[in-house]
């Protein structure tokens, strides 16, 4: 029974950098993610943590009261840790500069964390899986000599990340992260408060049979993704493909990392730059992806390559085994003949 602190340090040689302050980083996603995992689990109970905040977040959203506290629980606990030095949260129009860390001088340890501090907001009243992802980088080379933060420290291209991952409440609560490594999933035990790993090095099997994609949106997709739907419902081969889809990019992605599936959020003719956000969700969705050999792309270049222009921004996203992907590329490239 490893927990996730020995793993990490048993892994000590796959990290580049200091396995200290990856320890104490992770010691800030450990103990925010349980005060979020307590939160959940009582949520039909107290009602001061389900609903609307008011409030309209940067994305013209309805803010919930559970977004709230998972980004003020998040912030706080990597501002009381030494390591981090910034912060991007999808909750936060501005990005968050921990002075007090930038100004000292041991400027390698210096990480920046984005964060979407709960995804699948619409499912908190109704018992479906959330979660949190995040996704790390070291601040730039010129930032460390100047010690400023500016924005182009987050705007990082997605390959460039040193650890990305996103914790799942659901049935259980499962912390699932990758350095580069391979992705390794921890499952807590909330009698203890401790990870235990439970699913190592996790491959996206190759007999893909599932397809998830809000179908709602049907006629306000390309033709190439129409068709692509169409392809997955012939009934010829090893199809039609299983059709599942939660609305909560975590509950739906690691279903999908598990049992062989590939996850659509296209452009429509609605949000023609995509709803999914570029640094908060497909970054680190993306570095899991190729590290449990799948591929992740906004349907024209790889995710991880596209150099990000603004904190917000919006893309297509398609992610899952390399097979069917590429298969769904084929559909796109034949549109644009
Ligand atoms: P968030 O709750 O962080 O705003 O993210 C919601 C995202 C994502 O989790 C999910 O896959 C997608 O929105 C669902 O969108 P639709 O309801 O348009 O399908
Ligand atoms: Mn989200
Ligand atoms: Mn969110």
Same mark, same amino acid.
């Given at each position: 029974?490893?927990?996730?602190?020995?793993?990490?340090?048993?892994?000590?040689?796959?990290?580049?950098?200091?396995?200290?302050?990856?320890?104490?980083?992770? %010691?800030?996603?450990?103990?925010?993610?349980?005060? &979020?995992? #307590?939160? /959940? !689990?009582?949520?039909?109970?107290?009602? @001061?943590? +389900?609903?609307?905040?008011?409030?309209?977040?940067?994305?013209?959203?309805?803010?919930?009261?559970?977004?709230?506290?998972?980004?003020?629980?998040?912030?706080?606990?990597?501002?009381?840790?030494?390591?981090?030095?910034?912060?991007? %949260?999808?909750?936060?129009?501005?990005?968050?500069? &921990?002075? #007090?860390? /930038? !100004?000292?001088?041991?400027?390698?340890? @210096?990480? +920046?964390?984005?964060?979407?501090?709960?995804?699948?907001?619409?499912?908190?009243?109704?018992?479906?899986?959330?979660?949190?992802?995040?996704?790390?980088?070291?601040?730039?080379?010129?930032?460390?000599?100047?010690?400023?933060?500016?924005?182009?420290?987050?705007?990082?291209?997605?390959?460039?990340?040193?650890?990305?991952?996103?914790?799942?409440?659901?049935?259980?609560? +499962?912390?699932?992260?990758?350095?580069?490594?391979?992705?390794?999933?921890?499952?807590?035990?909330?009698?203890?408060?401790?990870?235990?790993?439970?699913?190592?090095?996790?491959?996206f099997p190759n007999n893909e049979k599932i397809?998830?994609?809000?179908?709602?949106?049907?006629?306000?997709?390309?033709?190439?993704?129409?068709?692509?739907?169409?392809?997955?419902?012939?009934?010829?081969?090893?199809?039609?493909?299983?059709?599942?889809?939660?609305?909560?990019?975590?509950?739906?992605?690691?279903?999908n990392?598990i049992h062989g599936g590939?996850?659509?959020?296209?452009?429509?003719?609605?949000?023609?730059?995509?709803?999914?956000?570029?640094?908060?969700?497909?970054?680190?969705?993306?570095?899991?992806?190729?590290?449990?050999?799948?591929?992740?792309?906004?349907?024209?270049?790889?995710?991880?390559?596209?150099?990000?222009?603004?904190?917000?921004?919006?893309?297509?996203?398609?992610?899952g085994p390399?097979?069917?992907?590429?298969?769904?590329?084929?559909?796109?490239?034949?549109?644009?003949?």
């Amino acid at each position: 029974m490893y927990t996730l602190g020995e793993f990490i340090i048993e892994n000590k040689d796959h990290y580049p950098y200091s396995i200290e302050s990856l320890l104490r980083l992770f %010691s800030s996603i450990k103990l925010a993610s349980k005060e &979020i995992h #307590k939160e /959940v !689990n009582k949520a039909g109970l107290t009602r @001061k943590i +389900i609903g609307s905040s008011g409030k309209v977040n940067i994305h013209g959203e309805n803010q919930q009261k559970l977004d709230n506290f998972a980004h003020k629980t998040f912030v706080e606990s990597f501002k009381n840790r030494d390591v981090v030095c910034g912060i991007a %949260s999808e909750e936060s129009k501005n990005i968050i500069i &921990i002075e #007090k860390h /930038v !100004n000292n001088n041991i400027s390698e340890d @210096k990480y +920046i964390v984005l964060i979407d501090p709960l995804d699948g907001s619409s499912n908190i009243d109704v018992n479906v899986p959330i979660g949190t992802i995040f996704s790390v980088y070291y601040k730039k080379k010129k930032s460390i000599s100047k010690n400023i933060i500016t924005i182009k420290d987050f705007l990082q291209v997605g390959r460039q990340q040193v650890l990305a991952g996103y914790i799942i409440y659901g049935s259980s609560t +499962i912390l699932v992260y990758s350095i580069g490594n391979g992705v390794h999933g921890f499952t807590l035990d909330p009698s203890i408060g401790a990870f235990y790993l439970s699913h190592p090095n996790i491959r996206f099997p190759n007999n893909e049979k599932i397809y998830s994609i809000n179908e709602g949106n049907y006629y306000r997709f390309s033709y190439g993704i129409r068709k692509f739907i169409k392809y997955c419902q012939e009934e010829k081969e090893n199809r039609p493909y299983r059709a599942r889809y939660i609305g909560s990019l975590v509950g739906d992605y690691h279903r999908n990392m598990i049992h062989g599936g590939i996850y659509i959020y296209p452009k429509t003719a609605s949000s023609p730059k995509g709803k999914l956000r570029l640094l908060y969700e497909c970054n680190p969705i993306a570095f899991l992806t190729e590290q449990a050999g799948g591929l992740a792309t906004n349907g024209n270049f790889p995710i991880l390559d596209i150099i990000p222009k603004a904190l917000h921004q919006r893309t297509p996203f398609i992610c899952g085994p390399k097979n069917i992907v590429n298969k769904l590329k084929e559909f796109i490239n034949y549109e644009k003949k």
